[in-house]
């Protein structure tokens, strides 16, 4: 008991909250312009961090790896820029509501959800931290190629009708992500000699310039009398700029769901909060009544996105503590920084001195009301910030998505391959390919691949061949739930099917 | 064009494309080391490979359908709409030359900076703005900003270009 009243002391310091205050600020700030990811904000400040007392520069470092993940949804619903890859998938509906004059709404709502599922994170942080961990390691490369697989064909079938389209454009992203060297025997791929690409193509820019540049693109096309409009209406009526109650309670089913899956696959090593989004989009959308109203501005296509790719933020920390592996490159670099700030992690900070553990997990949840409170002061500086003409945000939108996409990698390539992109974006949405699931065919792809090629060398290795993957009671199981799902699915269709045909 | 046959002329070029992609640019564009067999993992041409098989049996399929459906399927299943307004506009295409010119010569030879300040001016001037104080105070204020954050926060060096290189 006194460990946790230690920790809570430490983490509650005037010191500490001002950091915190400062790192969730500054995260904000950070995480809204483009090319910038959380590890990026986070790998920033971890110099700096190093000059304070270790419970400033660590509740710092935690605060801003939570501002950035919200602050990156706010261009993405404005417009249509996601400040970092997790942000991608809040665009599908934030940026359609915005177009309705409803952009405060959505923030509002993706700031709740991104609260919400960060703190159902960091409670299933603190409360079975050991057994997710236990849970999320007992997943090997086979249970993860089953998934991702699944994901991909459940995403591809239903981001467009005819379904056949959004499969395909998830294939040709996953083509594109075979781009670069072989992971296994380091000979190029489709790199057609060119050795800016052997490295593969960055998400970056495959992201700014799909979503982000093709919009631009696309706007260009509008009356000068329109490009001299304001870049973003605001609807005047009180309840388009709120979350109302009713609103937020209907959305409270998915949260808690979306928030679920972030944190399950937050626990596993490296999936991310790019993948959770967007999952917990697609589980959205099947789940919901009025699945049609997705992408066209629905509150819970925002709410989903937000909870998981933010519940992601702290199951990150559950290997990470648990164990002392981190999951991802945020939660290595988190690792760093208490290394360096000498704060022991891993089973035996538990039993030994676990008062720095719970000083983390105060931080983390005074870093999630400080990012509620900053938050709403946000909304009203991007009103501010983005409501000049448009034809001055899109030319500024323009360049800073290129010197963006510069930045990570710094090359000139990412700037001119942004360029492409935008004008490939384009090209696909005239002819009613989506443009997402080619990003998630993308993202997935080199997980996929280096799962299933691990899968298939270890097959050589048993006697049942391909079939050993039966003998692991995690792939069972996730095959059984999967086999349900599927049955419970086709249920679904063949009663909706039945009911909407007319009699003979 | 009915529905039904504007779609099998989409899937006639793009199962087209995919046989160019499968038989010149794959066995072009990915050496499988020789020997390389099961033992050792498959070769690096087999994800390419299987991408492409999946696309065309899945395009097959839909031309299948398409040939087997007694009626236009618009009719009997739901399709969401081409979006027209993503159109190729004589603006868009203005604006594409100018981010191509941008990205392949302006920022290899004047810099980021200047080419940037280039490049918004020259969308704005696309856009309808012609206000002089607008198209010299807007460029510049965007390059310094970008600058301030870029180079003197961030630390990121954006390119110098040819022209200020040493």
Same mark, same amino acid.
């Given at each position: 008991?006194?460990?946790?009243?230690?920790?809570?002391?430490?983490?509650?310091?005037?010191?500490?909250?001002?950091?915190?205050?400062?790192?969730?600020? $500054?995260? %904000?700030?950070?995480?809204?312009?483009?090319?910038?990811?959380?590890? +990026?904000?986070?790998?920033?400040?971890?110099?700096?961090?190093?000059?304070?007392?270790?419970?400033?520069?660590?509740?710092?470092?935690?605060?801003?790896?939570?501002?950035?993940?919200?602050?990156?949804?706010?261009?993405?619903?404005?417009?249509?820029?996601?400040?970092?890859?997790?942000?991608?998938?809040?665009?599908?509906? #934030?940026?359609?509501?915005? *177009?309705?004059?409803?952009?405060?709404?959505?923030?509002?709502?993706?700031?709740?959800?991104?609260?919400?599922?960060?703190? &159902?994170?960091?409670?299933?942080?603190?409360?079975?931290?050991?057994?997710?961990?236990?849970?999320?390691?007992?997943?090997?490369?086979?249970?993860?190629?089953?998934?991702?697989?699944?994901?991909? &064909?459940?995403?591809?079938?239903?981001?467009?009708?005819?379904?056949?389209?959004?499969? =395909?454009? +998830?294939?040709?992203?996953?083509?594109?992500?075979?781009?670069?060297?072989?992971?296994?025997?380091?000979?190029?791929?489709?790199?057609?000699?060119?050795?800016?690409?052997? /490295?593969?193509?960055?998400?970056?820019?495959?992201?700014?310039?799909?979503?982000?540049?093709?919009?631009? &693109?696309? %706007?260009?096309?509008?009356?000068?009398?329109?490009?001299?409009?304001?870049?973003?209406?605001?609807?005047?009526?009180?309840?388009?700029?709120?979350?109302?109650?009713?609103?937020?309670?209907?959305? @409270?089913?998915?949260?808690?769901?979306?928030?679920?899956l972030g944190t399950v696959i937050g626990a596993m090593p490296g999936l991310g909060s790019t993948?959770?989004?967007?999952?917990?989009?697609?589980?959205?959308?099947?789940?919901?009544?009025?699945?049609?109203?997705?992408?066209?501005?629905?509150?819970?296509?925002?709410?989903?996105?937000?909870?998981?790719?933010?519940?992601?933020?702290? $199951?990150?920390?559950?290997? =990470?503590?648990?164990?002392?592996?981190?999951?991802?490159? $945020?939660?290595?670099?988190?690792?760093?920084?208490?290394?360096? !700030?000498?704060?022991?992690?891993?089973?035996?900070?538990?039993?030994?001195?676990?008062?720095?553990?719970?000083?983390?997990?105060?931080?983390?949840?005074?870093?999630?009301?400080?990012?509620?409170?900053?938050?709403?002061?946000?909304?009203?500086?991007?009103?501010?910030?983005?409501?000049?003409?448009?034809?001055?945000?899109?030319?500024? @939108?323009?360049?800073?998505?290129?010197?963006?996409?510069?930045?990570?990698?710094?090359?000139?390539?990412?700037? *001119?391959?942004?360029?492409?992109?935008?004008?490939? #974006?384009?090209?696909?949405?005239?002819?009613?390919?989506?443009?997402?699931?080619?990003?998630?065919?993308?993202?997935?792809?080199?997980?996929? /691949?280096?799962?299933?090629?691990?899968?298939?060398?270890? $097959?050589?290795?048993?006697?049942?061949?391909?079939?050993?993957?039966?003998?692991?009671?995690?792939?069972?199981?996730?095959?059984?739930?999967?086999?349900?799902?599927?049955?419970?699915?086709?249920?679904?269709?063949?009663?909706?099917?039945?009911?909407? !045909?007319?009699?003979? | 064009?009915?529905?039904?046959?504007?779609?099998?002329?989409?899937?006639?070029?793009?199962?087209?494309?995919?046989?160019?992609?499968?038989?010149?640019?794959?066995?072009?564009?990915?050496?499988?080391?020789?020997?390389?067999?099961?033992?050792?993992?498959?070769?690096?041409?087999?994800?390419?490979?299987?991408?492409?098989?999946?696309?065309?049996?899945?395009?097959?399929?839909?031309?299948?359908?398409?040939?087997?459906?007694? %009626?236009?399927?618009?009719?009997? /299943?739901?399709?969401?709409?081409?979006?027209?307004?993503?159109?190729?506009?004589?603006?868009?295409?203005?604006?594409?030359?100018?981010?191509?010119?941008?990205?392949?010569?302006?920022?290899?030879?004047?810099?980021?900076?200047?080419?940037?300040?280039?490049?918004?001016?020259?969308?704005?001037?696309? +856009?309808? /703005?012609?206000?002089?104080?607008?198209?010299?105070?807007?460029?510049?204020?965007? +390059?310094?900003?970008?600058?301030?954050?870029?180079?003197?926060?961030?630390?990121?060096?954006?390119?110098?270009?040819?022209?200020?290189?040493?």
């Amino acid at each position: 008991m006194e460990h946790l009243i230690a920790g809570i002391n430490l983490a509650i310091s005037f010191e500490s909250l001002l950091a915190i205050i400062v790192g969730v600020a $500054a995260g %904000q700030v950070l995480g809204a312009i483009p090319g910038l990811t959380a590890s +990026m904000a986070v790998a920033l400040l971890i110099p700096y961090s190093f000059y304070f007392d270790p419970w400033v520069g660590i509740p710092m470092l935690l605060g801003m790896f939570k501002g950035s993940l919200f602050g990156s949804s706010t261009t993405a619903i404005l417009i249509r820029t996601p400040g970092t890859p997790a942000a991608s998938a809040t665009v599908l509906d #934030g940026y359609p509501l915005a *177009q309705q004059g409803k952009g405060a709404k959505a923030i509002k709502m993706a700031l709740y959800a991104s609260v919400f599922g960060d703190t &159902f994170s960091d409670i299933c942080l603190i409360f079975c931290a050991s057994l997710l961990a236990l849970v999320a390691l007992s997943f090997g490369p086979a249970e993860y190629t089953i998934l991702i697989a699944l994901a991909l &064909f459940s995403l591809g079938m239903l981001s467009s009708r005819p379904a056949w389209k959004g499969l =395909l454009a +998830m294939l040709m992203g996953v083509t594109i992500g075979i781009i670069g060297l072989d992971p296994i025997t380091a000979t190029e791929r489709l790199t057609f000699g060119n050795p800016e690409l052997e /490295e593969g193509i960055g998400l970056i820019p495959m992201l700014i310039g799909f979503l982000a540049v093709s919009e631009v &693109f696309r %706007q260009m096309g509008s009356s000068v009398s329109d490009l001299s409009g304001r870049a973003i209406q605001y609807s005047k009526r009180p309840e388009d700029n709120r979350v109302s109650w009713s609103e937020f309670r209907d959305c @409270v089913p998915t949260l808690f769901k979306a928030s679920a899956l972030g944190t399950v696959i937050g626990a596993m090593p490296g999936l991310g909060s790019t993948v959770a989004a967007f999952l917990a989009y697609g589980q959205a959308r099947r789940a919901s009544p009025h699945p049609e109203r997705f992408g066209k501005g629905e509150l819970q296509g925002v709410a989903a996105p937000e909870a998981a790719n933010n519940a992601v933020s702290g $199951a990150n920390l559950i290997p =990470l503590l648990a164990f002392g592996i981190p999951g991802d490159i $945020a939660a290595a670099l988190i690792l760093s920084a208490f290394m360096i !700030q000498g704060i022991n992690v891993g089973p035996l900070a538990f039993t030994e001195n676990p008062t720095p553990l719970y000083a983390i997990y105060t931080a983390l949840l005074m870093a999630n009301l400080v990012n509620l409170v900053l938050g709403h002061g946000l909304v009203h500086i991007a009103r501010f910030a983005f409501g000049v003409p448009r034809r001055l945000l899109l030319a500024s @939108v323009l360049v800073v998505a290129s010197a963006g996409s510069f930045a990570l990698r710094g090359s000139l390539f990412d700037v *001119q391959l942004v360029f492409l992109f935008g004008a490939l #974006g384009l090209l696909m949405v005239r002819f009613g390919f989506p443009t997402v699931p080619l990003l998630i065919g993308f993202i997935l792809m080199p997980i996929l /691949e280096e799962n299933l090629r691990t899968v298939l060398l270890l $097959a050589g290795t048993y006697d049942e061949h391909i079939m050993f993957v039966f003998s692991r009671p995690a792939f069972s199981t996730l095959c059984a739930l999967i086999v349900v799902g599927v049955a419970l699915f086709g249920w679904r269709r063949w009663r909706k099917r039945a009911i909407t !045909q007319p009699p003979r | 064009m009915p529905r039904r046959n504007s779609e099998l002329l989409e899937l006639g070029c793009l199962l087209a494309s995919l046989s160019l992609f499968y038989f010149l640019v794959i066995p072009l564009a990915v050496s499988d080391p020789q020997d390389f067999g099961l033992d050792q993992g498959l070769p690096p041409s087999f994800s390419p490979r299987l991408v492409a098989i999946l696309a065309a049996v899945l395009m097959l399929f839909r031309v299948i359908r398409l040939l087997l459906a007694t %009626q236009d399927l618009s009719y009997a /299943e739901p399709t969401d709409e081409d979006d027209t307004s993503a159109s190729f506009s004589p603006r868009t295409i203005a604006g594409m030359a100018a981010a191509a010119l941008f990205a392949l010569v302006l920022v290899p030879v004047l810099g980021f900076l200047l080419g940037g300040a280039v490049l918004v001016l020259s969308l704005l001037v696309i +856009m309808g /703005e012609y206000r002089p104080t607008v198209l010299v105070l807007h460029p510049l204020l965007v +390059m310094l900003a970008i600058w301030a954050l870029f180079e003197r926060l961030l630390s990121v060096r954006l390119p110098p270009g040819l022209l200020f290189t040493d």
